[in-house]
């Protein structure tokens, strides 16, 4: 589970709708298309009608008493990605509303835990996209005065190209904002995008073909979060994600935001 692996930054994650393409160079061999889709097809808690490029909604896992128990730091739609274009702009809203209305009655718990001295509960809730145009323009007129706290939204980068053509995107987002960096398949510099709340980096992983990831990319990344006191997590920098090699420069870097628990 995501919440036992110290390599993956999440407690675990929240999939009512599913589904994705092939859309750019990280995703030459997606995880998720190849790998975890299929398994659970298999399983029996994915419709085999599921098919890469086939958005898919799954009534049941609407139901707010699915997300309700997940704390920590909740996925949301991390099989597929919730601002691809086959997604509609109501569908959107749907899987949103859900993730409004679980974060104010838990808003509404704190306010009463708190006047009781007790420990309350500061679970977010992690949107990252490939498609950070659509996210900055819809979370925009979703949340005019801000996208809530409770809402982290980050941009998956894997070279500078991409890092130029998204991050711009990504600073638009009135909120907690983070850096994807994975797969890491070049250098990248990302001075001009110091304005973000966390740096998360990986490599390449799961099958023979893994690009190498070079580590001196990744110690051009880990130095520019040092210099700007930008939060910095490492999952891997190895080409297994069975034995994931999460050392640089004989440490790991398991940072996270103010406020972030996993």
Known sequence: ?????????????????????????????CWWLDGIMPWQIRLGNLPETVTEGGPTELDARFDPAKLRPKKGIVGVVQHGDLFWDKFSDATIHRVLDVVDQVAREREEKNFCRAKLGKPTDNTKYILWTKRGERMASFLDVRYP?????????????????????????????????????????????????????????????????????????????????????????????GPSHKAPVRCLDGRTWDEFPVGFNK
């Open 145 to 237: 005065q801000g996208v809530p706290p409770y809402i982290a939204c980050g941009v998956s980068v894997e070279n500078q190209a991409l890092a130029d053509e998204r991050l711009p995107h990504l600073l638009r987002v009135q909120g907690h904002r983070f850096v994807m960096i994975e797969p890491m398949l070049g250098p990248i510099d990302l001075t001009g995008y110091e304005d973000v709340d966390w740096v998360v980096l990986g490599s390449e992983t799961g099958t023979e073909r893994a690009r190498p990831l070079n580590l001196d990319w990744a110690r051009q990344v880990r130095d520019f979060a040092v210099a700007n006191s930008l939060p910095f997590f490492i999952k891997q920098v």
């Open 1 to 29: 589970m995501a919440k036992h692996n110290p390599g993956d930054l999440l407690t675990s994650d929240w999939n009512p709708v599913v589904g994705c393409q092939r859309y750019s160079a990280g995703c030459r061999d």
